[in-house]
């Protein structure tokens, strides 16, 4: 089990649009993977097909105390994904834990305490865009770094700075957390800051950045607002068939394969998967 935290400061550069696509793809290749979404603006467990505004349990009680992982722990209608989901109380929990006892691995012992987790084969954090505690549990927990990034003069900026931050937390609270990789997204090849931007980034991380790139995609932009990874929205778009990659290399960075998808998950009479608590369906 590897977990994986999906991060950058800077806004809108596909970060949830990752961390929602990546483990759908990686689900459909026939890896169970839990999807943790640590931002208030529970973006991802809507984009994954989880009402946010029906979630009673989400990632707020268990940074608080009051619950555990596998019991907020949602079945997702994509294929061999599952969803700890976020809602608006999360927007709280920063302030509520600023006093509190091992404030930045609160996370991290959540993950631990978890008797499902070695179930499933990778654990993605979505985070918010910003470096503060929330983030920083998610770095506490977390064994790698995955960063989207826009190929813009500004993110350059917010890259040297997330890579401070990162070496930072190393040296507090966890000396084994690694740059998984740095993936460009919304990329518009005709422009040309696009390869000087790709130019100097590989200066900097080298063999760490990905070879698959996410275009710009009118579909990856609708996906969302219908509850859907791009693999169950439109298989066929450009931003499909590129996540679909992104999946397939993140594997062989990590040294494994696609293996066969088992059967898909029950699902009620309208189509859609039943997302009902963990230990009521069949675990991974």
């Known amino acids: 089990m590897k977990v994986v935290v999906v991060a950058n400061q800077k806004g809108g550069v596909s970060k949830t649009t990752t961390s929602v696509n990546l483990a759908a793809y990686l689900g459909q290749l026939g890896k169970h993977v839990l999807l943790i979404d640590l931002d208030p603006q529970a973006n991802a467990t809507s984009g994954i097909g989880i009402d946010k505004s029906k979630v009673e349990k989400s990632i707020y009680d268990v940074l608080i ?98 890579y401070k931050t990162i070496q930072l937390v190393k040296q507090k609270s966890n000396p084994t957390l690694q740059i998984e990789g740095l993936v460009f997204a919304m990329v518009d090849s005709r422009a040309n800051l696009t390869t000087q931007v790709i130019d100097e980034v590989k200066k900097l991380l080298k063999d760490k950045v990905y070879e698959t790139m996410i275009p710009r995609s009118v579909r990856l932009a609708e996906a969302p607002s219908f509850g859907k990874s791009i693999a169950s929205y439109d298989k066929t778009s450009k931003g499909a068939e590129a996540y679909e990659r992104l999946a397939k290399e993140f594997l062989q960075r990590n040294g494994q394969a696609p293996t066969v998808p088992p059967a898909a998950a029950p699902t009620n009479e309208t189509g859609s998967t039943s997302t009902t608590h963990l230990q009521e369906v069949s675990t991974p």
């Open 65 to 162: 105390g009051k619950g555990s992982m596998d019991g907020i722990t949602l079945q997702t209608p994509e294929q061999n994904v599952w969803v700890a989901p976020a809602n608006l109380a999360l927007v709280g929990a920063e302030v509520e834990l600023v006093h509190a006892p091992r404030r930045e691995f609160r996370l991290a012992d959540s993950i631990i305490k978890n008797e499902s987790i070695n179930r499933y084969d990778y654990v993605i954090i979505d985070t918010p865009p910003s470096l503060g505690l929330l983030t920083i549990n998610a770095f506490s927990a977390a064994q790698s770094v995955l960063i989207p990034m826009q190929c813009e003069y500004y993110a350059l900026e917010g890259l040297a700075q997330l």
